[in-house]
Antibody, heavy 118, light 107 residues
Framework: QLQLQESGSGLVKPSQTLSLTCAVS??????????WSWIRQPPGKGLEWIGY???????YYIPSLKSRVTISLDRSKNQFSLRLTSMTAADTAVYYC??????????WGQGAMVTVSP | SYELTQPPSVSVSAGQTASITCSGD??????AAWYQQKPGQSPLLLIY???KRPSGIPERFSGTNSGNTATLTISGTQAMDEADYYC??????????FGGGTKLTVL
């Protein structure tokens, strides 16, 4: 059964860099039928798409974060990662990893709460 | 930038039909998806490519998309359907957008 599991720093200081990893089990991240995405949700607010990476490693990001975000694949570990630099309080959110298939996000991780605080 | 607009809240009596709309410029020319999110849980894909239901999603959930509006319809609404609902579409082949979300209350 396909599962996604986020891990990484839950508390980040302002101006520092967030690093999160999404471990994928039950499917290969190199399968051409899928892409892999990060989505976040500030407390009490809606969903915001951050970006996605294709099975071949091509990346696409929301314009408002493009200068600060990197999504990458680690084929040897069957996982993908998010890196977000220059964090501020506005980046405090639950960060979800998700599989993108047929224009929809069909499998989601449980989410990782990230707080930006001194 | 492309935007999707949803009503903040919708109320429905148990057993009745609930309709949640999602509006965007020429949304009917794009594929829409719908998600359900209950408190403390990750979103769940209900509808993709306008009308398709993933395996395991009850038939009472259905979707349409035409013109500038996509609609999620829940037939025979149950108490367990009380949740937040989000629409999602691709503004371009590489840019994804979510609606602001609709809180469904089952009376």
């Amino acid at each position: 059964q396909l599962q996604l599991q986020e891990s990484g720093s839950g508390l980040v200081k302002p101006s520092q860099t967030l690093s999160l990893t999404c471990a994928v089990s039950g499917a290969s991240i190199t399968n051409s039928d899928y892409s892999w995405s990060w989505i976040r949700q500030p407390p009490g607010k809606g969903l915001e798409w951050i970006g996605y990476i294709s099975h071949s490693g091509s990346t696409y990001y929301i314009p408002s974060l493009k200068s600060r975000v990197t999504i990458s694949l680690d084929r040897s570990k069957n996982q993908f990662s998010l890196r977000l630099t220059s964090m501020t309080a506005a980046d405090t959110a639950v960060y979800y990893c998700a599989r993108l298939r047929s224009d929809g996000f069909d499998i989601w991780g449980q989410g990782a709460m990230v707080t930006v605080s001194p | 930038s492309y935007e999707l607009t949803q009503p903040p809240s919708v109320s429905v009596s148990a057993g009745q039909t609930a309709s949640i709309t999602c509006s965007g410029d020429k949304l009917g020319d794009k594929y829409a998806a719908w998600y359900q999110q209950k408190p403390g849980q990750s979103p769940l894909l209900l509808i993709y490519q306008d009308t398709k239901r993933p395996s395991g999603i009850p038939e009472r959930f259905s979707g349409t998309n035409s013109g500038n509006t996509a609609t999620l319809t829940i037939s025979g609404t149950q108490a367990m359907d009380e949740a937040d609902y989000y629409c999602q579409a691709w503004a371009s082949s590489t840019a994804c957008v979510f609606g602001g979300g609709t809180k469904l209350t089952v009376l």
